[in-house]
């Protein structure tokens, strides 16, 4: 730990999440014991949704009110140079895993400031971590995970040093996502028949008939003679067939036509794919003239509702997007 050192903590507050952003923080201390400058670059709503997240790190939120693209990365850029001029902090440490500040790394350390950076595992391109004097990754708690099959453990490397074991040196861009295979979904069986039938009485013992019976028998016979016929008996009712439950829809056909256009998309786009951020115009005009998006369709509804595949920023008035992991 060297307490000797000053250090400014810089964070790209829209590019990593919360909990990467306080790991950082932590092996800042660790490392130097202290942060003396700590600022988060943010628009208004960043800073009022997660305001006792940044109370509780002593970070000072820099609103910036966006009026183009990449307008709070700018403020950043600016920001850190003044810093390095007025203040001089012997280590500058940059909390993003943004390509675009390749260039501020280098204008900062010919300023003689130490650069370390810090972005969030899987999301930061080779190169730029190259650029930085040491740089680590940490894992996204909540997040998709890594890219590959390896436990998502943060990891350091320094410039010009040897990569951490579980990554490979070279990996391959992300391909599509392909539909899983449906299976057929399987069918109730019908119910059993029910047959209804009656119950046969028991039959009683006949008992031999008295003397006084045998001589009542014509006076019944002459009085059946003259009363109505009885009924005839009712026929059995036919047996009564349960229909067969009708069949459930299969629940991966939402899934199959999600991953179908996601694909479509990727096939047009197929810049898309190196997991780098990209014009939303560029795109959008794309979709349209290949009629995969209506001419009055806005793009951000497309890729919004497949949000687990592609990633919009900033939130308010998107003018990027990418192929997530």
């Known amino acids: 730990m060297n307490l000797n050192k000053k250090i400014a903590f810089l964070v790209d507050f829209d590019n990593v999440a919360t909990d990467v952003i306080e790991q950082a923080l932590n092996a800042v201390f660790k490392d130097y014991g202290a942060a003396h400058i700590r600022r988060a670059y943010c628009n208004a709503e960043q800073a009022l949704r997660e305001q006792n997240f940044l109370k509780r790190l002593g970070l000072r939120a820099i609103v910036n009110l966006a009026i183009g693209k990449n307008s709070t990365d700018i403020a950043l850029a600016v920001d850190a140079m003044d810093l ?28 003689g400031a130490w650069l370390r950076g810090f972005g969030q595992y899987g999301k930061t391109g080779d190169g730029v971590i190259q650029i930085y004097d040491q740089f680590n990754e940490l894992a996204h708690d909540s997040g998709r995970g890594s890219r590959d099959s390896a436990p998502a453990k943060p990891g350091s490397r320094r410039r010009g040093g040897a990569r951490p074991a579980g990554r490979a040196v070279a990996e391959a861009p992300r391909a599509p996502v392909r539909p899983q295979p449906v299976e057929p979904p399987v069918a109730a069986p019908p119910a059993p028949v029910v ?6 009485p028991a039959l009683a013992p006949v008992a ?21 016929p009885a009924p005839a008996a009712a026929k059995p009712e036919a047996p009564i067939k349960a229909k067969p439950a009708p069949k459930a829809a299969a629940p991966e056909d939402k899934q199959v036509a999600a991953a179908k256009e996601i694909n479509a998309v990727l096939a047009l786009l197929p810049k898309l794919i190196d997991g780098q ?43 990027q997007v990418r192929f997530a992991t």
Do not use: Y
């Open 277 to 319: 951020w990209h014009d939303l115009g560029a795109a959008a005009k794309a979709l349209k003239d290949a009629g995969l998006l209506a001419k009055s369709a806005p793009a951000t509804k497309l890729f919004r509702k497949h949000a687990h595949a592609f990633e919009l920023r900033p939130e308010k008035q998107p003018s």
């Open 208 to 228: 031999a008939p008295t003397p006084a019976a045998k001589a009542a028998r014509p006076a019944r016979k002459a009085a059946a003679k003259t009363s109505a």
């Open 84 to 111: 390095a001029i007025t203040e001089k902090p012997d280590v500058i440490v940059l909390v993003s895993s943004d390509s675009d500040f390749a260039p501020l790394v280098l204008r900062l350390r010919e300023k």
């Open 195 to 200: 047959e209804l039938t009656a119950a046969a």
